[in-house]
C-alpha cells in the first residue's frame, strides 16, 4: 500500500519519498569512483541525478553567458559551452572533477534551446509536436588540480506525440517549459506529452550518466600517466645530473693527466 502511494502521487513522507527514491539505503556512495563531482551547472535536474546515484557532489554556478548560434554544428555547440562552463568554475575550487554539460533541442538542423517567452514556448512546441527530434547533450570533465579535461557528447532520438494547441497552452501555464531546451521536460509533465525516445533517456533529461562514468574514467586515466611521465621524467634528470657530474670528473682526471703528461710527470712506467 505504501508503494501505492508514492506511485498515485497521494501525500507522502519524506522519508518514503527518499526511500523511494534510494531503493537502498544501505548504499552510501557511488560504487565506481569516490571522486567528488564540481557540478558545473544550475540545473537542479542534474544535481538530482548525482544524488540519485550517490555520486558526492556541490554546486558551483558557472559564469557564462548561453549564448544559442542556431545553424551552429550540434555538437560543437554543446561541447563548446560544456567546456566554457567547466572551466568557468575551475577557479573557484582547488581540487576534485569539475563537470560542466550542455543539453539542447535539434529540429532539421535548428537549435531549440530555452524559450525567451512562453509565445517562443508555444512556437517549439507547435513545431515539436507530432515530430521527431535530436537531444544532445556535451559534457566536459577537468581536474581542477591540473586543468586536464575530457569532453564527449550523447544523442537520443525522441518523438512529442502530437498536441493541440489547448494542451500545449496547458502544459505551458505549468512552467515547466520555461527553463529547459525546446520548451519540455521529460521528467515531469512532459512525460505525458514524449511519446518515444531511442538512446538514453537520462540524456534526455539533462545528464547521460553512463557517458559521465566513460570520461571520468578516461580522464584518471589520463591524469595518472601523466604523473607516471613527470615522475619518469623527474628520475631521469635526476639520474642525469649525477651521470653528468661524474663524467666532469672523469673528463676533468682525463684533462688532469694531460696536464701532467705535459709537465713530464708521467709515473714511474715512463721513466
Known amino acids: 500500500m505504501k508503494g501505492e502511494r508514492v506511485l498515485t502521487g497521494e501525500r507522502v513522507s519524506k522519508r518514503q519519498l527518499a526511500a523511494h527514491r534510494h531503493p537502498d539505503p544501505g548504499v552510501k556512495r557511488f560504487p565506481f569512483f569516490d571522486d567528488e563531482i564540481i557540478l558545473a551547472s544550475s540545473s537542479p535536474r542534474r544535481s538530482f541525478l548525482l544524488g540519485l546515484v550517490r555520486i558526492k557532489h556541490k ?50 538542423g535548428d537549435i531549440l534551446g530555452k524559450p525567451r517567452n512562453k509565445r517562443d514556448a508555444k512556437r517549439m512546441l507547435r513545431r515539436l509536436s507530432g515530430q521527431w527530434h535530436t537531444v544532445y547533450t556535451g559534457l566536459a570533465v577537468v581536474d581542477a588540480a591540473n586543468g586536464m579535461e575530457t569532453m564527449g557528447y550523447e544523442r537520443s532520438l525522441v518523438k512529442i506525440r502530437k498536441m493541440t494547441d489547448v494542451e500545449i497552452d496547458a502544459y505551458i501555464a505549468t512552467g515547466e517549459p520555461m527553463d529547459k531546451a525546446g520548451s519540455y521536460g521529460i521528467q515531469g509533465y512532459g512525460a505525458a506529452i514524449v511519446e518515444k525516445v531511442r538512446g538514453c533517456y537520462f540524456n534526455v533529461v539533462g545528464l547521460p550518466l553512463v557517458k559521465l562514468l566513460y570520461l571520468v574514467r578516461a580522464l584518471k586515466k589520463t591524469s595518472e600517466r601523466q604523473a607516471g611521465a613527470v615522475g619518469r621524467g623527474a628520475a631521469h634528470r635526476r639520474l642525469s645530473g649525477r651521470s653528468t657530474r ?26
Open 59 to 108: 554546486v558551483v554556478v558557472p559564469r557564462v553567458r548561453e549564448e544559442d548560434h542556431a545553424h551552429e554544428d550540434p555538437v560543437k555547440h554543446v561541447l563548446r559551452l560544456a567546456g566554457l562552463k567547466a572551466h568557468s568554475a575551475r577557479g573557484r575550487v582547488k581540487r576534485g572533477i569539475i563537470l560542466g554539460a550542455d543539453t539542447i533541442v535539434v529540429m532539421e
Open 246 to 271: 661524474g663524467g666532469e670528473r672523469k673528463v676533468g682526471g682525463a684533462r688532469m693527466g694531460m696536464r701532467g703528461a705535459r709537465r713530464g710527470d708521467l709515473g714511474p712506467s715512463s721513466r
